[in-house]
């Protein structure tokens, strides 16, 4: 009976179609996920523009110490990693769940942008990133969910890298809508160009809001939802009894406790080059193309390699990003080694972790799952934050660095026992 209602299951899983594809196949790429690739798009491109501004904005501007950086840094991740939690339980509530969770986050973070023009100390812009990483928080579970069950198993490292690429070319996007901003406002007052970069980008996070609304379907399963109860957050946390969520939740936390933030990283390889201001929103887009251009060819090695080999492997290049930093080479050409190693990290793994968790979760779970791994990465992000930024201030930006790269050395030996093939079944 068991073996017939499993094959009976199959058949039927195997039959359905995802939206947007002819019944009886499942398409790579289905049309949800390229919906909420747009919709990432035109978030990120919101997003980035503030994130390319903020260093210097609270650095410069506001005089801020490094330390204190760390501290709204630190914000930006674990806020919305304490809120991550709840995001993926409440959408795992209904079929039509993760669509409404994943809503809210986008809005609250929409809202947020035109709060930066009314507030300029450092507690109330603390206050608004909070506001506005409990928005990211609240919605990236839902949507990696919706992401993971739109697609055929299979192709998930593909859907996740397609989708990557195309939120990256939102990150891509909005640094330079920020400097085109900064360079028209660069006659006027220093904080002036500030708030038109602010302005604009509240302009844009609403339109990603709209995109959500309209074209993203309610109901992203091509299966039916289960019947039975609906889980509990004690369901959700007992989801880390499974032997491979806990060691890729575990390898997940060790390795962001020694990973840098974007933002510090810019801003050491600013000071290093002499960058003037209005050219700092430049360096995330070396980033951010090197992540466009290979996030989908990683996604497919990743579903023929091995997700959690090439996150490993992801790890490496990110600490080749930090010798080349500690390094003797000098100029622009260290810089772009820097953003070339430092995207490739993003593509192996960024959307390779959620490929990842969501083949160690039923399907029922998918965001709950998705919220353990996540809020467990991005927790240790915000440590390394505060860290960071001590370090920095107390011993200097290279001390502090070539701390952190022995550490991520360690953590990478650790995670690779943690995530060996015969440690994960």
């Known amino acids: 009976m068991y073996l017939a209602d499993a094959r009976s299951t199959k058949t039927g899983r195997a039959a359905a179609a995802a939206p947007g594809t002819r019944p009886g196949r499942r398409a790579a790429v289905p049309g949800t996920v390229l919906a909420l690739g747009a919709v990432s798009l035109v978030t990120d491109v919101s997003s980035e523009m503030v994130s390319a501004v903020l260093p210097l904005y609270v650095v410069a501007a506001l005089g801020l110490s490094p330390l204190g950086f760390g501290l709204l840094d630190g914000i930006n991740n674990g806020v919305g990693a304490l809120v991550r939690l709840l995001g993926g339980h409440l959408a795992d509530r209904g079929a039509r769940g993760h669509k409404v969770v994943a809503g809210i986050g986008y809005g609250l973070s929409a809202l947020c942008k035109p709060l930066l023009l009314l507030v300029h100390t450092v507690p109330l812009i603390g206050g608004v990133l909070a506001i506005d990483r409990t928005g990211k928080g609240l919605r990236t579970a839902p949507r990696d969910a919706m992401i993971s069950l739109a697609t055929a198993p299979e192709h998930r490292g593909r859907a996740f890298g397609v989708h990557r690429a195309m939120d990256t070319t939102g990150a891509l996007l909005g640094p330079l809508l920020a400097f085109a901003v900064l360079r028209i406002a660069d006659d006027r007052a220093e904080r002036a160009g500030y708030s038109a970069v602010f302005t604009v980008s509240g302009c844009v996070a609403v339109l990603g809001v709209l995109l959500l609304v309209l074209f993203v379907p309610a109901r992203t399963a091509p299966v039916e939802a289960p019947t039975g109860p609906r889980p509990t957050l004690r369901d959700a946390l007992a989801l880390l009894r499974r032997p491979a969520l806990r060691r890729l939740t575990l390898a997940a936390v060790l390795l962001g406790l020694t990973t840098v933030s974007d933002s510090f990283l810019y801003l050491l390889l600013q000071r290093r080059l002499g960058l003037p201001a209005h050219l700092f929103p430049l360096l995330p887009l070396g980033t951010a193309a090197v992540f466009l251009t290979l996030a989908v060819p990683l996604g497919v090695i990743a579903d023929r390699i091995g997700r959690r080999t090439l996150f490993l492997a992801g790890h490496a290049v990110l600490l080749g990003a930090y010798g080349v930093v ?55 992000r915000f440590a390394c934050s505060l860290a960071f930024g001590a370090a920095w201030t107390l011993w200097g930006p290279r001390a502090a660095l070539t701390a952190t790269t022995i550490a991520l050395a360690a953590a990478a030996i650790a995670a690779t026992r943690l995530l060996r093939p015969a440690a994960t079944d």
């Not at 500690?326 to 490739?344: C, F, K, N, T």
């Open 326 to 380: 500690l390094s003797p080479l000098r100029g622009a050409g260290a810089a772009v080694l820097v953003l070339l190693l430092h995207g490739a990290f993003y593509a192996a793994t960024d959307g390779v972790l959620a490929a990842a968790t969501a083949a160690t979760v039923p399907d029922g779970q998918q965001g709950a799952g998705q919220a353990l791994v996540g809020t467990g990465q991005a927790l240790a």
